[in-house]
């Protein structure tokens, strides 16, 4: 869970350190890019958050950490899985004009 939660990280600060402000203009100028840029990324700050929450809470030997943490390991896949199908709509709509 670490190198998962790691791992995204990683990956969002890579991207965010590669992309140049022009790469951005497709989405910024484009009303509903911009809508399911910003749902995508208010759901993916979200669900790395609740990610890096989880790990904070854990504990090796803990026995209550399964209980305590359901619920938010729950909003943290229920997050992920929707910020990975806009972002691939997102991808989809700015690269191959499959939706519009
Ligand atoms: C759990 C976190 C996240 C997941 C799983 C995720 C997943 C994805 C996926 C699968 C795509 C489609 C890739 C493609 O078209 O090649 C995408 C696109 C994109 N994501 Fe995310 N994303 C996450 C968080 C974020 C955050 C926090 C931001 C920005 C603040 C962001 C910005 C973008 C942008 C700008 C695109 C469009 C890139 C393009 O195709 O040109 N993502 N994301």
Known sequence: MIVAVAAQLIGLAYVFATTDTAAMQPITSV??????????ALFGGMSLG???V??????????TFPQKSKKIALATTVLWIL???????LGLT??????I
């Open 31 to 40: 009303p509903y890019n911009m809508n399911m840029f910003a749902v995508h």
């Open 83 to 89: 910020t990975f199908v806009i972002g691939l709509v």
């Open 54 to 63: 989880l790990l904070a809470l854990w504990r090796p030997k803990s026995t």
């Open 94 to 99: 700015l690269h191959s004009g499959f939706f």
């Open 50 to 52: 609740a990610g890096v």
